[in-house]
């Protein structure tokens, strides 16, 4: 099943004793691009996190984001800079002092200042946060590939119609192109029969010209190679690979085939049928920017 390269997803919860948030989000990319946010101090995840995601995605430009509150069980280390608080003190009783003030220095008056502490924490187990970031990366991702799928089927549908309606003017083409020919040849006959008056005319130049006509404005070779780009693109976009770059290039070579059409036609209802045929592969080439 084809993927669209626009997605999301998200999980929310607790693993292994730890509140964690995986979100997961995509937009169109010519190549495959990762931002990850993570907790400060755990940087290290980014490669845990690069290799889940690398699984699922080859195009796009992908955000993930990663929350995992801190283990309360963790014992943490507080020591006191007792000579920053000691200067604390000092400054304070001067004030005191200078100004006729009420000593009221207290334990919580000097807690304020926090830099007098400094915290230490156990080192974190980083195996045990790589595990948690799995389970929930997993979690996020399987809902992240679901919703790029049912965008894909969406893609696929909408492609397959603008594909079957050029081949529904292809066939108008083919059908009318020799027709034009034969109204070619009539009014070259008519338009000489009506100059040259009682003159004998020479019908074996009308049928050369009418010959000359018909090579320049055949159309056959270009209409059977636009067919043939089409039911490349429908086989391809029925695959479950990544083919968004490769249905590009055959997109291009469909707009190039209409365009050789549109410059042999020489009949106006024929000219306005190729610019629909365009304008339904411009509406297909939207479409597979979106594609995986």
Do not use: W
């Amino acid at each position: 099943m084809i993927k669209s390269m626009t997605g999301y997803g998200r999980f929310e919860g607790v693993v292994d004793g730890r509140n964690t948030v995986f979100e997961i989000k995509s937009v169109n990319h010519r190549f495959f691009e990762l931002q990850c946010r993570l907790p400060k101090g755990l940087g290290f995840l980014e490669e845990t996190v690069k290799e889940l995601v690398s699984k699922s995605v080859t195009r796009g430009k992908v955000d993930v984001f990663v929350s995992i509150d801190a283990d309360e069980n963790v014992a943490s280390d507080v020591k006191i800079n007792h000579s920053l608080a000691a200067g604390y003190v000092a400054a304070m009783k001067e004030l005191c002092s200078t100004y006729g003030l009420k000593d009221d220095i207290s334990v919580s008056t000097i807690s304020r200042y926090s830099d007098i502490f400094t915290i230490r924490k156990a080192p974190e187990n980083e195996e045990r946060l790589i595990a948690i970031v799995r389970q929930a990366g997993a979690e996020a991702i399987k809902d992240f590939v679901a919703m790029r799928e049912r965008e894909g089927e969406k893609l696929k549908n909408d492609v397959l119609a603008h594909s079957g309606e050029i081949l529904s003017i292809v066939s108008y083409v083919e059908e009318r192109s020799p027709k034009t020919v034969e109204e070619y040849r009539t009014k070259l006959y008519d338009r000489i029969k009506e100059i040259l008056a009682d003159t004998t005319i020479d019908s074996q130049r009308i049928l050369t010209e009418a010959a000359i006509f018909a090579d320049k404005t055949a159309v056959a070779e270009e209409t059977v190679r636009l067919r043939s780009h089409i039911s490349q693109l429908e086989t391809m976009i029925s695959q479950s690979e990544p083919i968004g770059r490769k249905l590009d290039f055959i997109v291009q070579e469909m707009n190039r085939e209409a365009n050789t059409i549109g410059s042999k036609v020489c009949d106006a209802d024929l000219a306005h049928k190729v610019v629909d045929i365009k304008s339904e592969i411009e509406k297909i080439r939207e479409q597979i920017q979106n594609i995986e």
